[in-house]
């Protein structure tokens, strides 16, 4: 609610994404990627594990593989790495 984000028709992050992987020739089951609105959807949607912070609004957290036990002010991104990851 707080910006505007204009960019090319059927691109976003998840195309970015894909094309990064297809390049370092990983699998999308492979990829793992954090988000937390609407503008994280294609990406969350593409990676194996989409991962959505706990602050993320639901529709995010609807199609993630999983939800973070803290928001992104809680450093969400590395108590779920140091979790799940490490």
Not at 12 to 24: P, S, V, Y
Request: proline share 2%; aromatic share 12%; hydrophobic share 45%.
């Amino acid at each position: 609610p707080y910006f505007l984000e204009i960019i090319p028709l059927d691109t976003g992050k998840g195309e970015f994404l894909q094309e990064l992987a297809w390049l370092l020739g990983v699998r999308s089951e492979a990829v793992m990627a954090f988000g937390d609105s609407m503008n994280d959807e294609t990406m969350i949607r593409y990676a194996g594990y989409g991962i959505a912070m706990k602050n993320g609004l639901d529709a995010i957290k609807d199609i993630a593989y999983a939800v973070t036990d803290y928001t992104n002010n809680e450093d969400g991104i590395a108590h779920f790495l140091e979790k799940y990851v490490l």
